[in-house]
């Protein structure tokens, strides 16, 4: 099941162009599965998504590592934070908190 998780990631960032949405700071490749909720500025769509843009990055490592962990519960992003690797989340949290805030 995890083989086929990984086959959904990986084609959905095949589909999507790498300059999409491109911003200084450059966005990882991996911000194309974050970017459909929170945005390339790291604002989310709408009030229930949190904006991620100027957050600390204790405060984000701690939250990706809750949803890997499942001690915190939203299907997508036990998803998505279970098929990255350490590296990969470092570098969304690296990339989300030396964004400006809204």
Do not use: K, W
Not at 21 to 42: E, I, K, M, S
Not at 64 to 80: D, K, P, W
């Amino acid at each position: 099941m995890r083989f086929i998780h990984r086959g959904v990631l990986g084609l959905t960032m095949l589909l999507i162009p790498a300059g999409a949405g491109a911003q200084t700071p450059a966005p990882p490749r991996l911000v194309l599965v974050c970017a459909p909720c929170h945005g390339f500025d790291g604002v989310g769509h709408d009030r229930t998504i949190p904006n991620l843009a100027g957050q600390h990055r204790d405060y984000l490592v701690g939250q990706l590592s809750a949803f890997r962990s499942g001690q915190r519960i939203h299907s997508t992003m036990n998803f998505f934070s279970g098929q990255m690797t350490r590296e990969e989340l470092q570098g969304i949290v690296e990339y989300y908190s030396v964004l400006p805030r809204p």
